[in-house]
């Protein structure tokens, strides 16, 4: 699984941002798209994720300012960040998930950089 985002950038605070992630490769068993970010200093944690099915999770500080789409295939997922707030500024990793019985096998991107200033 290959996965390409792109978007990040320079915005200032309470702006806005669209990151785009598309995955290709052998992505049929892929049944969960998402973002991490990962600032300086700190250990990477969740952004949002989204499943083939459409259900939808969030970091608890991004909850209320930035949502998660895929494209209708699935194969591309967005992230609509507004409100934007200097500790948003940060690596945002796309990843590609393969939930299954015993475990999972998770993808990453390389990982776009965001950062906002005041």
């Known amino acids: 699984v290959q996965l390409q985002a792109s978007g990040g950038g320079l915005v200032q605070a309470g702006g806005s941002l669209r990151l785009s992630c598309t995955s290709s490769?052998?992505?049929?068993?892929?049944?969960?798209m998402g973002w991490y970010r990962q600032a300086p200093g700190k250990q990477r944690e969740l952004v949002a994720t989204i499943t083939t099915g459409g259900v939808t999770k969030y970091g608890d500080s991004v909850k209320g300012r930035f949502t998660i789409s895929s494209d209708n295939a699935k194969t591309t997922v967005y992230l609509r960040m507004t409100s934007l707030k200097l500790e948003d500024t940060a690596v945002y990793y796309c990843?590609?998930?393969?939930?299954?019985?015993?475990?999972?096998?998770?993808?990453w991107g390389q990982g776009t950089q965001v950062t906002v200033s005041s």
């Open positions: 490769g052998s992505i049929d068993s892929i049944n969960e």
């Open positions: 990843t590609a998930t393969d939930f299954y019985p015993r475990g999972m096998d998770r993808f």
